[in-house]
């Protein structure tokens, strides 16, 4: 077999593990976002997240005036099982500068 | 035949896999099947299309909407990986 870099080759899951005990931002499906402290993780991308707050995004469109009504609501949940197929993307998180 | 892509200097991929060898470093236009468009350079990613990039931008229906220092994203929702001579305020 050839010799071939793959051993030093880092993969985007062995990124995600420097933000393990990190605050980080997740991005899920169905407009949902995360924001919560990453414990633990898996290949599937499954999360258990500590101290988490859900934004859920909506958005109607007035018939008449076709304005956009973005609405958001909120929960917060001290301790949270994340299913990996619903994680769309994950972050460090975003920094209101 | 002449083989071979157009755009980005990757004249020599022969398969999808090296393909995805090649373009690490460069700079990338990540599609996913919500129709959501990621821009940035590509860290690294893997055999299930996960990626990892840098300084990622996030466009919906063309408009940026977030900047990522940086991203990870689950394979299954990516459409495709292109890549792009970035240039900044396109």
Known sequence: MATEDDSAVKEPLDLIR??????IYVKLRAD??????LHAYDQHLNMILGDVEEVVTS??????TYEEIVRTSKRH????????DGVILVSPPLRTS | MSGGAGGGAVG???????FLKSIRGRPVVVKLNSG??????LACLDGYMNIAMEQTEEYVNGQLKNK?????IRGN???YISTTKRTLGD
């Open chain 1, 77 to 84: 949940m001290p301790y949270l099982f994340v299913r990996g």
């Open chain 2, 12 to 18: 020599s991929a022969k398969t999808p896999a090296d």
């Open chain 1, 18 to 23: 420097l933000s393990l005990d990190e605050r």
């Open chain 2, 77 to 79: 929702n990516v459409l």
């Open chain 1, 59 to 64: 958005v109607e469109i007035d018939d008449e």
């Open chain 1, 32 to 37: 949902r976002e995360l924001r919560g402290k």
């Open chain 2, 68 to 72: 990522y220092g940086d991203a990870f």
């Open chain 2, 36 to 41: 959501v468009d990621y821009r940035g350079i």
